[in-house]
């Protein structure tokens, strides 16, 4: 049974930083890209960054260019995201997504398996 679960979420002041997980399993990394996407409240969910199968490419989207930083780990078959400088705007639901292809995109309907998210807050 493929899974993905997200943790690593909290509460951080403006300007902090967090590193979210996205362990994966019942499938390898080396056949699935996997993306990170958010929710605000009352907002649509948005592609944040992507990685392709065994790290073939990687995409962020603009309002994360130079934050946030995508990696995997593929012996631990997980995905990392790093981010660092966080703002207010970055507080929502943030899920991981896999996708059976070998490069990525931040289109969500381009995504077949969801986790259940994670939430992170930025506030003082």
């Known amino acids: 049974q493929l899974q993905l679960v997200e943790s690593g979420g909290g509460l951080v002041q403006p300007g902090g930083s967090l590193r979210l997980s996205c362990v994966a399993s019942?499938?390898?990394?080396?056949?699935?890209?996997i993306g990170w996407f958010r929710q605000a409240p009352g907002k649509e969910r948005e592609g944040v960054s992507c990685i392709g199968s065994r790290g073939a490419s990687t995409n962020y989207a603009d309002f994360v260019k130079g934050r946030f930083t995508i990696s995997t780990d593929n012996v631990k078959n997980t995905v990392f995201l790093q981010m660092n400088s966080l703002k207010s705007d970055d507080t929502g639901v943030y899920y991981c997504?896999?996708?059976?292809?070998?490069?990525?995109?931040?289109?969500?309907?381009?995504?077949?398996?969801w986790g259940q998210g994670t939430q992170v807050t930025v506030s003082s």
């Open positions: 997504a896999a996708a059976r292809t070998a490069f990525c995109g931040l289109g969500f309907m381009d995504y077949d398996y």
């Open positions: 019942g499938f390898t990394l080396d056949y699935y890209a």
